[in-house]
């Protein structure tokens, strides 16, 4: 069975950082597409930024600038860098891996962005 744990999540004071990982497990699979998403109280979960089987990369308008995708294919690992942390970032972020066969999600990590 696939799982994806993740990692890096916290508070952090507006203008900071923050790595967040997502640790892939459960066998082999094929994968299309990777990355994070967020969802605020009362918000709908939106893309963050993603990662393609072939490399290209997808940044929401909203953090283009502010945040880097990335893998480790050896580990099996994604992650998000995170700077320049705003307090509208505030959300939980979810990592996902898109297969041919279904889509797989994290429990989501609580990310805060306050003074």
């Known amino acids: 069975q696939v799982q994806l744990v993740e990692s890096g999540g916290g508070l952090v004071q507006p203008g900071g950082s923050l790595r967040l990982s997502c640790a892939f497990s459960?066998?082999?699979?094929?994968?299309?597409?990777m990355g994070w998403y967020r969802q605020a109280p009362g918000k709908q979960r939106d893309v963050v930024a993603s990662i393609a089987w072939g490399g290209g990369t997808f940044y929401a308008d909203s953090v283009k600038g502010r945040v880097t995708i990335s893998r480790d294919n050896a580990k099996n690992t994604l992650l998000l860098q995170m700077n320049s942390l705003k307090p509208e970032d505030t959300a939980v972020y979810y990592c996902y891996l898109d297969t041919p066969q279904r889509e797989y999600w994290g429990q989501g990590t609580q990310v805060t962005v306050s003074a």
């Open positions: 459960g066998g082999s699979f094929v994968i299309n597409n």
